[in-house]
């Protein structure tokens, strides 16, 4: 290949990868779409092709919006879903009393704490100091504790902020300032 051809090629790949962002790219490489892709050629290609097609409608849809709304409709096309059991009655959530022991306490409550208050509270909390805002840390340590033994009693998982999803609502990205509520309203939703 000559030089004129290889430059030609590298600013061809410079100037798409300029269009997706990191974000897309890294979905796209290892995300869901390729997996899919190996898994349902159908779900996965249709999911591909919705990625270019979407914003080609219209400028306003983000390719992946796209992605999905192609990838459910190759879903519904290509796949076969089993038929549900009709169940017999609600369920209705069953109060869980923990056991505590002393074995618990240190092999299973502490580091679930340290992983939770290192990961996300902490993440969280910076990423809110960094964006000027004025988070309550006592108020948000005390409720996440109190969500995640309320939580506990029903088989739950631990309740407390998000470390990423705050640092990306948070952040200047997100939109102005007295607006980024909104992005963190969606995203708690989705979660």
């Not at 030609?8 to 979905?27: H, K, P, Y």
């Not at 739950?156 to 509520?181: D, F, Q, W, Y």
């Amino acid at each position: 290949m000559s030089a004129l051809n290889t430059q030609n090629l590298s600013t061809g790949v410079m100037s798409a990868l300029t269009v997706i962002d990191q974000f897309t790219l890294n979905e796209l490489a290892g995300g869901f779409i390729i997996p899919a892709f190996m898994e349902s050629p159908l779900i996965g290609g249709m999911a591909i092709l919705g990625f270019f097609i979407a914003p080609k409608i219209s400028k306003s849809i983000p390719p992946l919006l796209g992605v999905i709304l192609f990838g459910v409709l190759g879903l519904f096309i290509g796949y076969d879903f089993p038929a549900v059991p009709e169940a017999a009655e609600f369920a209705i959530p069953q109060i869980i009393i923990p056991s505590f022991t002393v074995h618990s306490f240190f092999s299973i409550a502490i580091p679930i704490a340290v992983l939770i208050l290192t990961t996300d509270i902490a993440v969280a909390l910076a990423a809110l100091k960094k964006n000027d805002y004025q988070p309550p840390v006592n108020q948000t340590l005390v409720l996440s504790g109190i969500g995640t033994l309320i939580a506990g009693f029903f088989g739950g998982h631990a309740v407390n902020i998000g470390g990423m999803m705050t640092a990306l609502c948070s952040s200047k990205e997100a939109g102005p300032k007295e607006n980024r509520i909104g992005a963190a309203l969606v995203r708690g939703e989705q979660t």
